[in-house]
């Protein structure tokens, strides 16, 4: 009996690994055709996830755009991604595009240099961003705005400008990097927190308005991350924070989740969750029992305070 069972079950279970590689091998494939030669825009490349992220579609074969506010930073970048050896695929010069978010006439004039350059866009990757700290009775509206400016209006205005390229094509891609946040809110985090709150409405808003066009918007939404994110968060009287977070130093590595953004743009998938199992459990017990949500949360606020008093 045991032979016989053996007999059955061992061709049986290797049928199942080499459809599951199969499967693998195709979905690589075709992310891969997806990618290769596709012009990709980056903001917040020179730094954190954006600096992975460049990395891993120019492996791809992607022909980048690479945007930021330090033009230095920028070439600096693109020297080491031309001088890498690491990828089998035709590769391409990146480009660069200096502006900050916050400006409203850098960005549309980056826009159109971006389509000047290339006539069109098929991948915009929108994951610049700043992150906040501070009690909301001690922050200055100006400090609001400013994270709203960056992490909102400035995506919001950046798509706007690209978008009716893509409609006019009936192709293109939009990526945002949003965050945990978007779907639930911590202490001590209002204007970050609203920030992505607020983009991830927009964005769903417009995958709705631009299916009809056949473009892809897909929002991820990450946990923490290994980066530099708090030390370069603005406070409550604008001023930077300056710290690593011990969340943030015990996040995922930045290559782990640039390899992850990759494969959720080849996949053209809608929305993606990348985080641990209990912020992605907090976002489910904020639907399902807001009351015990809401109760941990004035607790988490409370030690948090404390913390910071003693």
Known sequence: MDFITST???PLLFGCVGVFSLFKLLQRMRTSAYLRNAVVVITGAT??????CARVFYTAGAKLVLCGRNREALEELTEELTASLAT???THRPYTVTFDLADPGAIVAAAAEILQRF???DVLLNNAGISYRGAIVDTATDVDKKVME??????VAL??????SMIKRRQGHVVVISSIQGKISIPFRSAYAASKHATQAFFDCLRAEVEQYEIQVTVLSPGYIHTNLSLHAVTADGSTYGVMDKTTAQGRSPVEVARDVLAAVGKKKKEVILADLLPSLAIYLRTLAPGLFFSLMASRA???????NS
């Open 119 to 121: 006539g069109h866009v």
């Open 88 to 90: 089998q695929v035709q």
């Open 150 to 155: 960056t992490n909102y209006f400035g995506p």
């Open 159 to 164: 798509t706007k400008a690209l978008l009716p």
């Open 47 to 52: 730094s954190g996830l954006g600096r992975e």
């Open 302 to 308: 409370r030690k948090e305070r404390k913390s910071k």
């Open 8 to 10: 059955a079950v061992l």
